[in-house]
Structures are given as structure tokens and as C-alpha cells.
């Protein structure tokens, strides 16, 4: 069981636009930055969002992340079938067993 | 260009111990935390822990008993030792650098390619 839930699995077709959510409470996404993780199939996870909402350079502005309180979600527009991929957050717990956390995994399929 | 590659055995009998080693090139060392992270076979990712330069260290405290990072700047290396091993450790270990924040969680900039690692007799 991860400390950040996250949906199974989201799809949508081609060109279309999809969020995915991340679930925390007030020791993890609450109080710290939310970073979000690609990982194409049988590959290495990607850094595509930092600091709640930002991108590194190289990460297209068709990916997005917002934070509102224990909650972040990554939105990601004009999807394309090279973003089917499984996707992560990750944040800081600053509880009791503080360490780095990151949700279950969502699998993007684009239909 | 930051690059890291894990080397170690790809093998390891239960009751052993896992011992990684990640190579940094094309970056310094100092001023990171330095990650292990792993994933087993269609799983999550799990954090195992990190070190900064100074030799400064942080666990996972669902591993902690059992879990050892060490640096080594002279060679741009950090290592992970993971101690009495089952089959529930067999996993990709990846390495992975990180962003110092003061006061949040910095995010996972570059990580290795990843070594697969099966517990097995």
C-alpha cells in the first residue's frame, strides 16, 4: 500500500487532454513540493514535473502540475502515443517515518 | 552531461548481502542527496535512501535494519549494502541524484539506467 494514492490506471484518445491525481496528507503533499515521474514501458522514470508545477527543460508545456492542499495532479494535453507511459509522484513524508514517497503508479493508455 | 551507472552482481543467495555501487561522471558529487530507489518485477517505485556528499545519511524506515549507504567523493562513487536479503528484495535497483532543499523535497533529476537484482539460490 503507497502512501500517495493514485489511480490505477486513466485513458483517452489522441489529442485529447487527461489528469491524473495524487492523494497525500498534510505530512507529505501538504508540506512539501510534488515531483512527477514518466516511465515509458522498459524504461527508466523520467523527471517531467518538479516543484508542483514546474518542467524541466526538455518536458513539453502540454504537461502540467498543480498542488491544492493534500492533492496533486498532473495534466497532460494533446495527448500523443508516445505519452502512453506509467506515471509517478513523489514527495517528501515528514512524519514519524519520514523518507521519500512516491503514489502506486498510474498506466496512461491512449486509445 | 550527468551520467550514473549501477554496477554489481546481478545474483544474490537469500541471507546475503546486496552490495551496489553507482558511478557519477560528468558532474560532481558534492552538493546532492544521492538515491537508491528500487522496483520489483510490474511494481511501484521504493525508496531505500540516500547520502549526501558529506557522508550524511537518510533510510527508508522500513529497511533501516538492514540498509547501509556509503560515499566515496575520491571516485565520484556512492554504494548501497543491503543485508540478509529474501526474495522480496529482488527488484531494478536504480541510482539517482537529488536536489538539496532546505525546508521540501527536491525533486529526482538523473537517474542510472537500473541493475536487475534476483535473490535466488
Known amino acids: 500500500q503507497s502512501v500517495l494514492t493514485q489511480p490505477p490506471s486513466v485513458s483517452a484518445a489522441p489529442g485529447q487532454m487527461v489528469t491524473i491525481s495524487c492523494s497525500g496528507s498534510?505530512?507529505?503533499?501538504?508540506?512539501?513540493?510534488v515531483s512527477w515521474y514518466q516511465q515509458l514501458p522498459g524504461t527508466v522514470p523520467k523527471l517531467v514535473i518538479y516543484?508542483?508545477?514546474k518542467r524541466p527543460s526538455g518536458t513539453p508545456d502540454r504537461f502540467s502540475g498543480s498542488k491544492s492542499g493534500t492533492s496533486a495532479t498532473l495534466g497532460i494535453t494533446g495527448l500523443q502515443t508516445g505519452d502512453e507511459a506509467d506515471y509517478y509522484c513523489?514527495?517528501?513524508?515528514?512524519?514519524?517515518?519520514?523518507?521519500?514517497?512516491f503514489g502506486g503508479g498510474t498506466k496512461l493508455t491512449v486509445l | 552531461q550527468v551520467q550514473l551507472q549501477e554496477s554489481g552482481p546481478g545474483l544474490v543467495k537469500p541471507s546475503e548481502t546486496l552490495s551496489l555501487t553507482c558511478t557519477v561522471s560528468?558532474?560532481?558529487?558534492?552538493?546532492?542527496?544521492w538515491n537508491w530507489i528500487r522496483q520489483s518485477p510490474g511494481k511501484g517505485l521504493e525508496w531505500i535512501g540516500y547520502?549526501?556528499?558529506?557522508?550524511?545519511?537518510k533510510y527508508n524506515p522500513s529497511l533501516k535494519s538492514r540498509v547501509s549507504i556509503s560515499v566515496d567523493t575520491s571516485k565520484n562513487q556512492f554504494s548501497l549494502k543491503l543485508t540478509s536479503v529474501t526474495a522480496a528484495d529482488t527488484a531494478v535497483y536504480y541510482c539517482?541524484?537529488?536536489?538539496?532543499?532546505?525546508?521540501?523535497?527536491?525533486?529526482?533529476?538523473?537517474w542510472g539506467q537500473g541493475t536487475l537484482v534476483t535473490v535466488s539460490s
Open positions: 547520502i549526501f556528499h558529506s557522508g550524511s545519511t
Open positions: 513523489g514527495t517528501w513524508d515528514s512524519s514519524l517515518s519520514a523518507g521519500m514517497v
Open positions: 516543484d508542483s508545477n
Open positions: 498534510i505530512s507529505n503533499i501538504g508540506n512539501n513540493y
Open positions: 539517482a541524484r537529488q536536489w538539496v532543499y532546505t525546508s521540501s523535497s527536491g525533486p529526482l533529476d538523473y
Open positions: 560528468g558532474g560532481s558529487i558534492s552538493g546532492y542527496y
